[in-house]
């Protein structure tokens, strides 16, 4: 990316910088008599300079959340995982056109172990038949489990947990998903029918929920860009250390199509600070049978990003 757009990019976040823009300005970069030297020198430099003070959104005020104290518990003496969660450390979305310390950004406490995470391993089967580098359904992501969740590490949506007696609730904003996850013990179906979101039930592990899922459509996209068989078998882990955050473990088994299980790390999300904290509508439309959307051409482009709201993009996996 030329030093121009670069520094468009970088001033597409703030209000109240004309300067910033004509500073950058295709006219300016053709005609300044600046010296290469001096150009060199300004490139070294951070990508833009203003006052942060002007920037809307408060996103100068950003830094990493403190834990927050101990987390509350429920009757049955469980830790309270109800609350609404983004995947960062600063409690509130986060957008690529502002200037935020990298650390605001982790997924994880660099100074906790991690278990060891890797690229997924397909299995010759699962290279020829469930590598699909598309989305099935036009440009939308299809919500589902786990991508709702693991696709966040570059949108930055929030995750939302509702705590009741005998079962979980888990919802996210984009994709727009509903999971529904019985914890009063009882088993999985004998025969469920596939879907989006697989069947799930809960246990509790101490302090950890463990979700267990299986039956999940294979239409749903997972980390790496694979799609699962109907013998996925999904395991994820909700640990509240703190008031301010949660941890999420992930482990994909699928003897079709990964030659070992896929481990998805331990992601940090933080509690969102606002108590006005808003949720937003998500409507794709760019949503056609696999036939139509090729012959429409419609694939490749992002049309199903988040628009306006969008994270910060170009981060990849952490």
């Known amino acids: 990316m030329s030093k121009i757009s670069r520094r ?28 290469a030297a001096a150009s060199a020198e300004q490139s070294a430099k951070s ?17 990493v959340l403190p834990p927050g104290g101990p987390t509350t518990r429920t009757a049955d003496g469980h830790p309270d995982l109800t609350g609404r969660y983004y995947p960062n450390q600063a409690g509130r979305m986060l957008q690529g056109g502002y200037q935020i310390d990298d650390s605001i ?7 906790v172990p991690r278990p060891p995470e890797g690229s997924a391993v397909l299995t010759p089967e699962g290279e020829a ?18 991508q709702s969740i693991t696709m966040q590490t570059s949108q930055h949506g929030p995750m939302q ?3 009741l007696p ?9 994709p ?3 999971r529904y996850v019985p914890t009063d013990g009882r088993p999985h179906s004998k025969d469920p029918d596939p879907s989006f979101t697989g069947e799930s039930v809960g246990r509790w592990e101490g302090d950890t929920l463990v ?39 992930l482990m994909i088994e699928d003897p079709v199509v990964l030659a070992k299980p896929y481990v998805h790390g331990s992601r940090r999300w933080s509690l969102a600070q606002d108590p006005n904290d808003d949720w937003d509508e998500y409507i794709c439309t760019h949503n056609e049978e696999p036939a139509y959307s090729a012959k429409a051409q419609i694939y490749g482009g992002g049309g199903g990003g988040r628009g306006g709201r969008g994270g910060r993009g170009g981060r990849g996996e952490q």
């Open 176 to 178: 727009a998903t509903t």
């Open 47 to 63: 990508p833009v300079q203003y006052d942060a003070s002007r920037v809307a959104g408060g996103f100068d005020k950003l830094r």
């Open 105 to 111: 950004y982790l997924e994880f406490d660099p100074a």
């Open 211 to 249: 979700v267990d899922t299986i039956a999940i459509d294979r239409r749903v996209t997972n980390p790496g860009g694979w799609h699962p068989s109907e013998k996925v078998h999904v395991v994820e882990r909700f640990t509240r250390p703190s008031k301010n955050y949660i941890v999420y473990d």
């Open 8 to 35: 468009l990019f970088y001033c597409a976040g703030a209000v109240l910088l004309a300067g910033c823009v004509a500073e950058n300005s295709p006219e300016k970069a053709a005609t300044s008599p600046e010296p």
């Open 166 to 174: 005998g079962s979980v609730w888990i919802l996210t904003e984009w």
């Open 161 to 163: 947990l509702i705590q």
């Open 129 to 146: 038949k469930y590598r699909l580098p598309q989305e099935l359904y036009g440009e939308c992501p299809v919500g589902g489990t786990p």
